[in-house]
C-alpha cells in the first residue's frame, strides 16, 4: 500500500511547573478533605488492607534494608542474597516517592487521552494516543514543541501504541477507525496490518515483538490477529466471545500470550500450539469484565484489572489459580478511559489509579482520586501520589523504562511526576 499523508499541527499546551511551587501531599490534605489518607513507603490504607493475599505463608521476603550502601557490600561480601539487595533497593525507591511532584503537564488534545507509550530508550519521551485520533510525541527533556499529529476526530480513538522496538522513529496503532498500522512520527502511513472496512468492527488491542517480528491485535467481537511484521496473516482466529481488550506478549517468552476480554477471562496461549479458540493454555474466570492483562518485566508475573474492583496477580508456578487479589476502586465509566494496573519496570511495585466508590468496602467520605502503587509481594498499599491541582482520575499510568519518571493520562491532561530536587533539571 503506498504510504498517505495525515495532516499535522503543532498546537499544545505545555505547563512547567515552578521547583518552589511544590504540590501537597494527600497528608497535608487532611484537613481539607476531612479524611485519613496515608502516604509514604510502608503504609497500607484501611479499605485496602482486606487483600486477600493468598500462599505468602511459605513466602519468604527479606527484612529490607534501609542503607543501600551496606546492602550492596553485604552482596558482595557473599552475606545478602540477589532477594535482599533487591528488596534494600525498591525501599529505597519507595522512600523517594515521598518527593515525587508533578513537574510538567500537557493538555494538547480536544478529547480525552486514551493510550500511552514510553520511548523504549530515550527516558524523557513519550507518546500519548488521543479519543479523537491525535497522536502526540513529547519529548519534556526539551523545549522544542511536541510532535503532534492530527486524527479523523470521532470514531478515531487509540486503543494502543507501541514504539516499533526495530525503529524507534515508527510506531504501531491499533484504532477504533478500524485499523491496525504502521506509521511515522511525519504522520505517513507506512503499512496497514488489519483494516476491518466496517464501522461495526474495530481494534481495540495491540502488542508487538521485536525478537520474533511478531504484531498481534485484537478486535471489539473477539477476534485476535497474529501477524508478521512483513505484513503476512498467520492467523485470525475468534479467541473470545465479546471484546479483546488487551493483548499481550510475554516479554521473556514471545510466543506466550495472554489475551483479556469483557467476557470476564483472561486466557494465556501458546503461539506455537494455536489451533481454534479452545486451545488456550489457562483460562482465568474473572467477576467481572476485565480492562487488561499485562505481563512482569521478568515474565514470570500477569497482573489483571477488572472493570470494578479487584487486581489480581498471577504467578508462573501456577498461573490458573491467583496469586493475590487487591480490593481497588476503579470502576467502569463510559466516558472515562478504562483503569489499567501496570508494573514497575525495575521493582515488584503496582501503579494504579483510584477513582473513589460510595459503594467500594471501606470507602471514605471526600475520598481523594490518588494514584496507587502497592508491593507485588505482599499486596500492600506502599505509597499514594497526589496533586490538589490535578485531581482528576489518572485512568493510565505508566514509569519509564528507567523507573524513575512516572507519566499519568488524566482525561486531557498528561501529567509528567518526577522527583521534585531532580524535576526541573531534565
Known amino acids: 500500500m503506498a504510504p498517505r499523508k495525515r495532516s499535522e499541527t503543532q498546537k499544545t499546551e505545555i505547563v512547567l511547573r515552578s521547583k518552589n511551587k511544590r504540590s501537597r501531599s494527600p497528608r ?22 482486606g487483600c486477600l493475599w493468598a500462599g505468602l505463608g511459605s513466602l519468604q521476603v527479606p527484612p529490607p534494608c534501609h542503607s543501600i550502601v551496606r546492602a550492596l557490600h553485604q552482596y558482595k561480601l557473599g552475606r545478602a542474597a540477589w532477594p535482599s539487595l533487591q528488596q534494600g533497593l525498591q525501599q529505597s ?3 523517594s516517592l515521598d518527593s515525587y511532584r508533578i513537574f510538567q503537564k500537557a493538555a494538547p488534545f480536544d478529547r480525552r487521552a486514551t493510550s500511552l507509550a ?49 525503529n524507534t522513529n515508527q510506531f504501531f496503532a491499533s484504532s477504533m477507525e478500524g485499523t491496525t498500522r504502521l506509521q511515522d512520527f511525519k504522520g505517513n502511513i507506512l503499512r496497514v496490518f488489519t483494516s476491518s472496512d466496517t464501522c461495526n468492527v474495530w ?34 482466529l475468534r479467541m473470545h466471545k465479546k471484546k479483546v481488550t488487551h493483548v499481550a506478549l510475554n516479554p521473556c517468552c514471545d510466543w506466550f500470550l495472554a489475551t483479556a476480554s469483557v467476557d470476564q477471562t483472561v486466557k494465556i496461549w501458546d503461539l506455537r500450539q494455536v489451533r ?35 487486581i489480581r496477580v498471577y504467578s ?20 472515562l478511559t478504562p483503569i489499567k494496573a501496570a508494573w514497575h519496570p525495575r521493582y515488584n511495585l503496582i501503579v494504579v ?21 502497592f508491593d507485588g509481594n505482599s499486596g500492600k498499599m506502599m505509597c499514594q501520589l497526589y496533586d490538589p491541582e490535578s485531581s482528576g482520575i489518572s485512568s493510565l499510568n505508566e514509569f519509564n523504562p528507567m523507573g524513575d519518571t512516572l507519566a499519568s493520562a488524566m482525561g486531557y491532561h498528561i501529567l509528567i511526576w518526577s522527583q521534585e530536587e531532580t524535576g526541573t533539571q531534565k
Not at 526539551?142 to 478515531?156: E, H, L, R, S
Open 203 to 236: 481494534f481495540c488491542s495491540l502488542d508487538v515483538s521485536g525478537s520474533s517480528r511478531m504484531v498481534v491485535t485484537g478486535d471489539n467481537v473477539g477476534n485476535v490477529v497474529l501477524l508478521h511484521m512483513d505484513g503476512k496473516e498467520l492467523w485470525n
Open 118 to 166: 514510553w520511548h523504549p530508550t530515550h527516558p524523557s519521551t513519550v507518546a500519548v494516543g488521543s479519543k479523537g485520533g491525535d497522536i502526540m510525541l513529547w519529548n519534556f527533556g526539551i523545549k522544542d514543541k511536541p510532535t503532534f499529529i492530527k486524527g479523523i476526530g470521532a470514531g478515531g480513538s487509540i486503543t494502543g501504541l507501541k514504539f516499533n522496538p526495530l
Open 28 to 49: 497535608e490534605l487532611e484537613p481539607e478533605a476531612k479524611k485519613h489518607c496515608v502516604k509514604g513507603s510502608g503504609s497500607n490504607r484501611g479499605c485496602d488492607s
Open 93 to 95: 525507591f519507595l522512600h
Open 316 to 335: 508462573a508456578s501456577q498461573w490458573d489459580c491467583p496469586l493475590g487479589l487487591i480490593p481497588h476502586p476503579h470502576r467502569h465509566f463510559q466516558h
Open 353 to 373: 489509579g483510584r477513582y473513589p466508590d460510595p459503594n467500594f468496602k471501606s470507602c471514605s467520605p471526600y475520598e481523594l482520586r490518588t494514584i496507587d502503587v
Open 276 to 310: 481454534g479458540k479452545a486451545s488456550f493454555l489457562y483460562s482465568l474466570p474473572h467477576r467481572h469484565p476485565v480492562n487488561a492483562a499485562c505481563f512482569s518485566p521478568d515474565g514470570a508475573r500477569l497482573l489483571t484489572t477488572d472493570q470494578k474492583s479487584e
